[in-house]
């Protein structure tokens, strides 16, 4: 496609279930981020990848929070036991190279835990 | 911890006035961009600021870096109800080759026809 997908859009679920958010960045970027955006915040750094390489997940919350980007491509952020304090805007992004290039973001997916 | 610190968190202008946001690192930035969203949007990449000292203009956008490399603002002249949005920083330190940001809290821009 012509920028990142993320999916779904919205989720809303209950305390104490697992939940999967998906990122299929643009075609041929190597780097690949998740961020978390609070109301009113800026985005705050989750976790990075380099092609299928994690290579940096400091800024995951707990270790509930875990991803994968198996192939290279598409991302998967999965949040296991859910909390209400895990409610945000969960957004994606890639760039073409792991160098200082513009990140492309996308639309997020706004997760709402009761 | 590494934190970016960005003011003014809001800034209502009457169309044609101007608009400023600045942003401050305790420690020196690598480089910084800047990043437009929209409401109901995503960010969107504006500019990127490396050097020390870097001024960097896209029409009626002036971009600055401080010389420090700690500090940074974005500078809207006469501004139009099309600016209106949430300006982020986001600045990168040093030690990683990819781009970690670390994003300043937003202004958050309302523009009066």
């Known amino acids: 496609g012509a920028g990142v997908s993320q999916s779904p859009r919205y989720k809303v679920t209950k305390r104490g279930q697992d939940v999967a958010l998906r990122c299929d960045p643009i075609?041929?970027?190597?780097?690949l981020y998740w961020y978390r955006q609070a109301l009113g915040q800026g985005p705050e750094f989750l976790t990075y990848?380099?092609?299928?390489?994690?290579?940096?997940k400091s800024g995951l919350p707990n270790d509930r929070f875990s991803a994968e980007r198996p192939e290279g491509s598409i991302s998967t952020l999965t949040i296991q036991r859910t909390e209400q304090r895990d409610s945000a805007m969960y957004r994606c992004?890639?760039?073409?190279?792991?160098?200082?290039?513009?990140?492309?973001f996308g639309d997020g997916t706004r997760l709402s835990i009761l | 911890g590494q934190q970016v610190m960005q003011i003014p968190q809001y800034q209502h202008v009457q169309e044609g006035e101007d608009f400023t946001t600045y942003c401050n690192s305790s420690?020196?930035?690598?480089?910084i961009q800047w990043y437009k969203q929209r409401p109901g949007g995503h960010p969107v990449f504006l500019i990127q600021?490396?050097?020390?000292?870097e001024v960097k203009k896209q029409k009626r956008l002036t971009f600055q870096f401080g010389e420090a490399k700690k500090n940074s603002s974005l500078h809207i002249t006469a501004t139009q109800t099309t600016d209106v949005g949430t300006y982020f920083c986001?600045?990168?330190?040093?030690?990683?080759?990819?781009?970690?940001?670390?994003f300043g809290q937003g202004t958050i821009l309302t523009v009066h026809p």
């Open positions: 992004a890639s760039s073409s190279t792991a160098s200082n290039q513009p990140q492309h």
């Open positions: 075609s041929g970027h190597v780097s």
């Open positions: 990848f380099n092609y299928e390489a994690q290579q940096d």
């Open positions: 420690t020196t930035l690598s480089n």
């Open positions: 600021l490396v050097k020390s000292g």
């Open positions: 986001a600045g990168k330190y040093g030690g990683t080759s990819y781009g970690k940001l670390t």
